[in-house]
């Protein structure tokens, strides 16, 4: 695996280390009076699991795919295709939805399916008086069901990690490190919860809620991050830089 592929993942990952699973609602197991730690780590274990799961799983299929172009003598149309995919995804970011480019207006979601009402229901989960570890695990299995079809830095990973060519268990071991990674974030907000108790609940909680109104409209910068990370990957294996 090049430098640039391990740069991009280390830079997927951290996008990821964003997202309602493993940060917006870690963050309200946070802001409880008397953080259950056990609680929060079996929230975060749950995520980092299941997305290490499905990583796995996805890489190893693709493998598969990988390995029959192999066969066939050429790996360079799948280089090709995610350096297509990185220049899209990137000229998505930078201009916004493409709809737009040709003078559409996109339709509003219909009321009751956006992800602000979605994420009310896991928080009221996670802190009402029946949140035992069963249903925390329960909304962590959830959130990262909800999440891992659209979480397009987790899926741009599995394709560089793919592509890298990788033996499977180094495949598996580096998913196993990216999904580490993903929820380092959180663990480190834990530590300072820890450390500095009540001194950093309210920069805790405007953290919270920075990210409650700025997730919903983060997909662009999302799609313009993960685009620029697949291109360069791509160009570098190419010898196009």
């Known amino acids: 695996m090049t430098l640039a592929g391990v740069a991009a ?3 997927l990952a951290l996008v990821d280390s964003t997202s309602i699973g493993t940060l917006v609602l870690p963050l309200v197991l946070l802001l409880a009076p008397r ?8 929230f975060l274990a749950t995520v980092g ?15 598969a ?3 029959l172009a192999r066969d066939a003598g050429d790996l360079a149309p799948l280089r090709w295709a995610q350096l297509v995919l990185g220049v899209v995804l990137l000229a998505v970011g930078v201009l916004g939805d493409p709809r737009r480019w040709f003078g559409r207006r996109p339709e509003p979601a219909p ?26 695990v329960g909304v962590g299995l959830g959130a990262a069901l909800v999440e891992v079809a659209s979480m397009l830095p987790f899926l741009a990973a599995v394709g560089i990690i793919t592509a890298a060519d990788l033996a499977p268990a180094a495949s598996a071991l580096v998913v196993l490190a990216y999904a580490v990674v993903m929820v380092m974030p959180a663990l480190l907000l834990l530590l300072l ?3 500095l108790g009540d001194r950093v609940e309210a920069p805790l909680a405007r953290l ?7 997730t919903a409209g983060a997909t662009y910068w999302i799609f313009a991050i993960v685009g620029l990370l697949l291109a360069g990957d791509a160009a570098q294996a190419l010898d196009l830089t």
């Open 49 to 63: 699991g299941f997305y290490a799961l499905v990583g796995i799983g996805l890489v190893l299929g693709a493998s």
């Open 9 to 11: 993942l280390v830079g």
């Open 111 to 136: 009321e009751g399916t956006d992800a602000t009402s979605r994420t009310a229901t896991w928080r009221a989960r996670l802190t009402g008086p029946g949140a035992s570890y069963r249903m925390v």
């Open 35 to 42: 953080p259950d730690v056990r609680r929060y780590l079996v």
């Open 65 to 67: 795919v990988a390995d």
């Open 208 to 214: 919270s809620g920075w990210l409650d109104r700025t």
């Open 193 to 195: 919860r820890l450390a």
